[in-house]
Each structure stands twice: as structure tokens, then as C-alpha cells.
């Protein structure tokens, strides 16, 4: 068994620390506020952190809860979907050049309690803490950049992902969030008020903008963001499963540890998670993606993004119907030249390891061509 090298003095990235503080204080109860000795830092870093800022979370619930709730999302939103460590962040950031889309930020998953009113005084503090880039990558972080939904949904419910690489000791029921099966009804309607909630928030704070998220949990969830919003338009990109499975295990060793409150399972443990949600997850999107209406659905490699991006978005605005693709050209080709000279991690992978992830994931292997 491999245990996680953990710093328990590193803060910089704990997600909790944006929290609203009554979420907080769910999560801590719903973990009987086991905290373990490597998470006391973080945890004392995030409680004071939601203690400081909860009068301003209040103030601007009180104050915009009416009109956020009023906002019609009238612009079917753009969902990118893909398997994490897929393609999904650069697609993103890429997709977000056009000025007529909205997203949300850093800032606004790390502080979703407060962005309206209060972006001014806080974003400054916000964007002084981010290190400059992310643990797993090289790719910038900055409080203004395109961010995953995911978090501000984690900062305000129990409904993420992260909550289980925060809480990893009950990871295997946050995990049933991605999936959102086997959790009843009544967490089902409740994910869909708090995910809708926030939409709307965002889209009130951009003036009804169409928006364009990036969220791969959002894979598993086809079927229930069609019934949120009917004419949604997807854009599913995929990876070389042997390189995602690679990518993903270096992922979690780089980013899960510097979340956790509590010490996670060895190595060999998380990964048998990671190989579970991976197939349930596909398992789910090849079922649902059959109930998205023709010329709503795209599906791009994560290859030819890399070799040829502006070709991959060009034919993205394409095939769904996306107006004014010449209108953000110019910004498209200036934010992929800057990406030119951007090391990638290199992975090598001998005839062990491949025939290891070849058992675990042969479906997308041959169904993709890999």
C-alpha cells in the first residue's frame, strides 16, 4: 500500500475556504466534524476564512436572493463534458474568448456566497492569494479566468465531487453526486434548485449572456441538465484513455492531497475509485446522450485540439449552430498563440501498465480507436 505525501501547512488551494458558512457547517456535521490532524490548518484557514466573510454573504442574500431567483435563463447554456484531465479546461478557455459568452470565474466558484455585491473589496484579496498556476499543470489561475461550476456548487451544498478528496473518508458518498443516482428523489430536486440557483446567479451578474461551462461531472448528468434546459448544446471531448488514467492518477497524487481534512486511503484504493467512476460515468453519457436533440451534440478529440484548435472550435461553432464565429477569430488565434510554448506533462507507459488500464477501460479503448 502507498500512502499520499501531505502537507498539512499548505492552505493555498483548500476550496473550503470560500464556503459559505452555514455550508460549511453542514459539511462538518455531516462528517461528524472529524478533522484529522493533517487537516487542522486547512480546516482553521477555511472556518476563519467563512466566519469573516459571512456577514457579506448574508447582506447579499438578503439583498439579491428575489431578483436571482426572478433571472430567466433564456440562452440555452453550452455544457463542455469530457472525463477529467481530458481536454475540458483548455476547451473552455478557449470557447470563452468569444465576448458573448459568460462563465463563471475563479472568484466566483471560490466565493459564491458574495460575488454581486462585493467583487470590488474581495476579488483583489482573492486573486493576491492564487498561486499562479494549477498543482497538476502549468495552466495560469487567475480570479477573472474561466473556472468549473463545480466548486461554487461545492461552496454553497453538499452536492460536489470535491467534497469527497476534502471529506475522503466519505468520498464514496460524495461521489454518488456526479452520478446522481442512488441518492433518492429528494436530493435529485434539491441538486437541481442549488445548480439552477447558481446558473441563474452567474447569469444575472453577466446580463443574461449565453454561458458556456465546463464541469466534468456534468458527463454523468446529461439527462438531468436536458430537463433543466431543453435545448442545451453539449460538446463532449475525449482522451486517449490510457493517458487520461495516467493523467488522472498524477491528478489526484497533485491536487486531492491539497484539499483533504482528513487522511485519505492509499493510493491503490483511490485509484480502484477512480477506474469505478470513470466507467460508470461513460457507461452513463453513451445511454443519455441519445436524448440530446439532433445538432446539439458535438464530439471532439482531445488530440485534435491539441494540434489544431482553432480548426476544432471553427467546426464546434459549425455544427451547433453557434453565431458569429468570425467576430472572435482575432482573440481565438491571440490566446492560442500564447499556448504555444506550454510544456505538457510527459507519460511514458510500458506493455504492464497498458494491458492493466486496457482491462479497465476496453469499452472507450475500441469504441474511440485508441
Known amino acids: 500500500m502507498t500512502e499520499y505525501k501531505i ?31 493533517i487537516g487542522w490548518p486547512r480546516f482553521l484557514y477555511s472556518i476563519m476564512l467563512s466566519l469573516l466573510l459571512a456577514p457579506l454573504s448574508l447582506y447579499e442574500k438578503i439583498t439579491c436572493d428575489k431578483n436571482i431567483k426572478n433571472t430567466k435563463i433564456e440562452k440555452p447554456p453550452i ?31 471560490i466565493t459564491p456566497g458574495l460575488f454581486l455585491k462585493f467583487e470590488k473589496q474581495i476579488k483583489p484579496i482573492v486573486a493576491s492569494s492564487l498561486p499562479p498556476t494549477r498543482p497538476q499543470d502549468s495552466i495560469v489561475l487567475g480570479a477573472d479566468l474561466p473556472q468549473e461550476e463545480e466548486y461554487g456548487i461545492g ?33 435529485i430536486n434539491d441538486w437541481k434548485k442549488t445548480y439552477l440557483y447558481y446558473l441563474k446567479k452567474i447569469t444575472l451578474f453577466y446580463n443574461g449572456k ?9 458527463t454523468s448528468r446529461v439527462k438531468l ?10 460538446i463532449h471531448i ?22 483533504c481534512l482528513q487522511k485519505p486511503a492509499d493510493q491503490e484504493d483511490f485509484e480502484m475509485a477512480m477506474i469505478k467512476m470513470y466507467n460508470k460515468m461513460f457507461e452513463k453519457y453513451f445511454e443519455e446522450k441519445k436524448l440530446i436533440p439532433e445538432g446539439n451534440l458535438v464530439e471532439v478529440r482531445y488530440e485534435d485540439l491539441i ?28 490566446y492560442i498563440e500564447t499556448q504555444l510554448n506550454i510544456n505538457t506533462y510527459k507519460y511514458k507507459i510500458d506493455e504492464e501498465q497498458k494491458n492493466k488500464i486496457y482491462k479497465h477501460f476496453k469499452k472507450t479503448i475500441d469504441l474511440w480507436g485508441y
Open 155 to 187: 461552496n454553497i451544498s453538499q452536492f460536489s465531487f470535491y467534497h469527497g478528496w476534502c471529506f475522503p473518508r466519505n468520498r464514496d458518498f460524495y461521489y454518488k453526486f456526479v452520478h446522481l443516482d442512488s441518492i433518492g428523489k429528494n436530493r
Open 238 to 259: 475525449y482522451r486517449d484513455p490510457y493517458y487520461t488514467y495516467l493523467s488522472m492518477k498524477r491528478n489526484i497524487e497533485k491536487e486531492m492531497t491539497l484539499y
Open 79 to 109: 455544457f463542455i463534458i469530457g472525463h477529467w484531465r481530458s481536454g475540458t479546461t483548455y476547451l473552455h478557455n478557449l470557447m470563452s474568448k468569444n465576448l458573448d459568452f459568460a462563465y463563471p470565474t475563479t472568484f466566483q466558484t
Open 7 to 37: 502537507d498539512p501547512l499548505d492552505v493555498s488551494f483548500e476550496p473550503l475556504a470560500g464556503s459559505t458558512f452555514t455550508n460549511l457547517l453542514r459539511l462538518l456535521a455531516q462528517n461528524k466534524f472529524r478533522v484529522g490532524i
Open 225 to 234: 441538465l436536458l430537463e433543466l434546459f431543453p435545448d442545451a448544446k453539449f
Open 307 to 334: 494540434k489544431k484548435p482553432y480548426e476544432v472550435v471553427k467546426n464546434i461553432f459549425q455544427e451547433l449552430n453557434l453565431p458569429d464565429f468570425e467576430k472572435y477569430e482575432k482573440d481565438l488565434n491571440s
Open 210 to 218: 449565453q454561458l458556456v461551462l465546463k464541469n466534468p461531472s456534468n
